[in-house]
């Protein structure tokens, strides 16, 4: 079974402070690697998808970089508005069965940053 | 570019009674999937429709239905509510075409607020 797990459940940084969230996953044949971004009572914003391992990808404060077994999302310099609950999914090819439209996601990290 | 339209936003029922949730697609897209929100669950795929037909369900039981429509409009159906069904409940679409090549980033809405009293 696909799993996702995500770390920290909680962080707190002051504005300017860069630190990393961590997304590790467990699947049978990786599709797909998303990051979104969800503020409180809205849908999740779309940031990445990372296909491979060895993959970066980047857009403004934000860069996702991709392992075998794991995905970070590098947040540099960050702002408050940058506080929102980060959530991390895969897509994965599912033995016997199919994978449309599925995504498993991890339970987020949520993220607060102090002026 | 519109994206994808949820409605309504809020809900409030009483248990045992039906609810339909609507959803329109980003424009071009006919991949059209629906998960449920919980605080204790997370998000949690419910199930995936193209042109008109299921191509995937999660592990929900039958009282959650959907169809779409000829135009990619889906709409998601809860019979019976119970007071665990209180959840935001969120529409995709994506542009997927078939499950064996890269996946494909899927475009969220605000999603439907549905409460069960």
């Known amino acids: 079974e696909d799993q996702v797990t995500q770390s920290p459940e909680a962080l707190r940084l002051q504005e300017g402070e860069s630190s990393s969230l961590n997304c590790s996953y467990t699947?049978?044949?990786?599709?797909?690697l998303f990051w979104y971004r969800q503020d409180p009572g809205k849908g999740p914003e779309f940031l990445f998808t990372l296909y491979s391992a060895g993959e970066e990808k980047e857009k403004e404060r934000l860069k996702a970089t991709l392992t075998k077994k794991e995905s970070f999302l590098h947040i540099t310099a960050p702002k408050p508005e940058d506080s929102a609950t980060y959530l991390c999914a895969v897509q994965a090819m599912e033995a016997g069965g199919t994978s449309y439209g599925k995504l498993t996601f991890g339970q987020g990290t949520i993220l607060t940053v102090h002026p | 570019k519109a994206g994808v339209t949820q409605t309504p936003r809020y809900l409030i029922k009483t248990r045992g009674q039906q609810v339909t949730l609507s959803c329109s697609p980003i424009?071009?897209?006919?991949?059209v999937s629906w998960y449920q929100q919980t605080p204790g669950q997370g998000l949690q795929f419910l199930f995936e429709y193209f042109s008109e037909t299921q191509r995937n369900k999660g592990n929900f039981p039958g009282r959650f239905s959907g169809r779409q429509f000829s135009n990619s409009r889906s709409e998601m159906n809860v019979s019976t509510l119970e007071l665990g069904d209180s959840a935001l409940y969120l529409c995709?679409?994506?542009?997927?075409?078939?499950?064996?090549?890269?996946?494909?980033?899927?475009?969220f809405g605000q999603g439907t607020r549905l409460t069960v009293v």
């Open positions: 424009s071009g897209h006919r991949s």
């Open positions: 699947v049978s044949g990786l599709r797909g």
């Open positions: 995709a679409s994506s542009l997927e075409l078939w499950d064996r090549g890269p996946g494909t980033e899927a475009f």
